[in-house]
């Protein structure tokens, strides 16, 4: 049983590019590769041959992957979704009652995760701690770190 996936349509967008690219070009390079080492010789005794067919197999099964994704995946429209609480694509500030510190992150699907970009996933520890809270109310969660606890102090779709 597969699970939906939920994405952006940037997200998506992105998703669906990389696809194309690993189904034209990827596919091409990968045969190319193919091609090359078959031209060396015996294919019992060929480690280059035997690397690009891997090469080949784990393209597929990116490809393979990545189509699943886009199976199961749907894209949310943010003007349909509620700021009373948490909820994917919530953007949420919150405060660690620890050390005082706020920050804000994006709650998004494992796919579109970023933590340079502020973008942290729904299943990750936070993620799972802060989906369905309203504003003031205070989260304890067991992070690899330890537990922490945070205070929500605002929710908006961005």
Do not use: H
Not at 3 to 8: E, G, N, V, W
Not at 74 to 83: E, G, K, N, P
Not at 130 to 155: C, H, S, W, Y
């Amino acid at each position: 049983m597969s699970t939906i996936t939920y994405l952006t349509q940037e997200g998506y967008d992105r998703l669906k590019a990389e696809l194309d690219d690993l189904k034209s070009r990827g596919r091409q390079e990968a045969a190319a590769a193919i091609a090359e080492a078959r031209e060396k010789g015996d294919l019992s005794e060929n480690a280059e041959y035997d690397a690009a067919k891997d090469a080949q197999g784990m393209l597929e099964l990116k490809i393979n992957e990545l189509e699943l994704a886009f199976s199961n995946s749907r894209i949310l429209d943010t003007s349909q979704l509620d700021t009373s609480s948490v909820t994917i694509l919530s953007t949420v500030t919150i405060k660690n009652t620890k050390n005082g510190k706020s920050m804000k992150y994006q709650l998004v699907s494992e796919t579109e995760a970023d933590m340079k970009a502020k973008k942290i996933s729904v299943t990750s520890p936070i993620g799972k701690g802060l989906l369905g809270k309203a504003v003031g109310d205070r989260v304890e969660i067991q992070t690899p770190a330890g537990n922490m606890v945070f205070e929500i102090l605002d929710i908006k779709i961005v």
